[in-house]
């Protein structure tokens, strides 16, 4: 079945760092890719989501890009900040009607 | 629009008690989603209704799990017997289907119940 496998956090960086989060999945076709972050407290929220291979899909200066030929879809930022502490999920939607989720990586942002 | 709203945010029971959740989603989505979410991992799916209609089920919801939405608004779902496995975070999710499956895929999430069976 479908699946997703993200890097193992914590994560730990320092202000204004540059983040990469690993994400790469398993599916039979042709999945939509997203990402998901949940704050402390908070449910979880859409960050952004890519359709179709070669797709970026950016928010907040998050950044992700389908990869088919790698199954990846890699979170990445430039430049950090504290309030980006968070749980990251990646996750897919295939021909099923459920988003099917990583474990989460914990980003821990320090000023 | 007040986002989906989760009652109660904790519980604890004890083991062999039942318990009840309420999901209220967004008023127009006619998806209603469970997800369970154990400590340091991600969100399991567990059922899902269009409407009012039950339409999928994971293997993950045993028989002691049963899940409503009578009128096609508010869900609940219930464990009977509880045990300490059933101890996680249960989230409850939301969306607007049309033919359009980009738009299916957008899911809008609950703060969740956390439940704690002793």
């Known amino acids: 079945g479908d699946s997703v496998t993200q890097m193992e956090g914590p994560v730990t960086l320092s202000e204004e760092a540059f983040l990469t989060i690993n994400c790469t999945y398993t599916?039979?076709?042709?999945?939509?890719l997203f990402w998901y972050v949940q704050y402390p407290g908070e449910g979880l929220q859409l960050l952004l989501k890519?359709?179709?291979?070669?797709d970026k899909g950016s928010n907040k200066g998050f950044e992700a890009t389908y990869r088919k030929e790698t199954t990846s879809f890699h979170l990445e930022k430039g430049s950090v900040q504290v309030s980006d502490s968070a749980v990251y999920f990646c996750?897919?939607?295939?021909?099923?009607?459920?988003?099917?989720f990583g474990g989460g990586t914990r980003l821990m942002v320090k000023p | 629009d007040t986002g989906v709203s989760q009652n109660p945010r904790h519980k604890i029971t004890k083991r062999g008690q039942n318990v009840t959740f309420r999901c209220d989603p967004i008023?127009?989505?006619?998806?209603l989603y469970w997800y369970r979410q154990t400590l340091g991992q991600g969100p399991e799916f567990l059922t899902y209704f269009q409407n009012e209609a039950q339409l999928e089920k994971s293997r993950l919801l045993s028989d002691r799990f049963s899940a409503e939405r009578p009128k096609g608004s508010f869900s609940t779902l219930e464990i009977q017997r509880t045990e300490q496995g059933d101890s996680a975070m249960y989230l409850c999710?939301?969306?607007?289907?049309?033919?359009?499956?980009?738009?299916?895929?957008?899911?809008?999430f609950g703060s969740g119940t956390q439940l704690s069976v002793l």
């Open positions: 890519a359709t179709k291979a070669d």
């Open positions: 999710a939301s969306s607007l289907s049309f033919r359009d499956t980009s738009t299916n895929e957008k899911l809008f």
């Open positions: 599916a039979t076709g042709y999945p939509s």
């Open positions: 996750a897919l939607w295939e021909a099923g009607n459920m988003l099917t």
């Open positions: 008023s127009e989505h006619n998806r």
